[in-house]
């Protein structure tokens, strides 16, 4: 089974968090949604973790240069639970090319689906 993937770039921390909680509806109920943002809410969290919703945080840096390692580890996790889709958030859009070629590499490119990209 492939997981669809959806990468959120751009806005605030806050903007990336909400525009995921908004597209989750038309998800949840009834499939596994797994959430990866780049950086730490500054406030109040809109999104928590469920049984239906894997929530993952990382540390804000570039995902393809010193973010690297804790980017693939934390995706590698969430992957093994196979959600049926996968909304990877990140702050710059500087490198969300690089990104998108690491994510159509190997071992990437057999266990994602084609992906949509929702800028802010």
Known sequence: MSTALTLVSGGSYAQREAA???A???LLP???VAVLLEGLPDGQPELQAGPQL????IAPGCLCCIGNLALRVTLN???RRRPAHLFL???GTAHLENLRLTLQ???YDHLLLA???ICL
């Open 24 to 26: 989750l509806p038309q």
């Open 20 to 22: 995921i909680a908004a």
């Open 54 to 57: 894997l929530l993952q945080r």
């Open 89 to 91: 958030a990140v702050a």
């Open 30 to 32: 009834g499939l596994t």
């Open 115 to 117: 992906y949509s990209t």
């Open 77 to 79: 996790r969430l992957l």
């Open 105 to 107: 590499q190997a071992p």
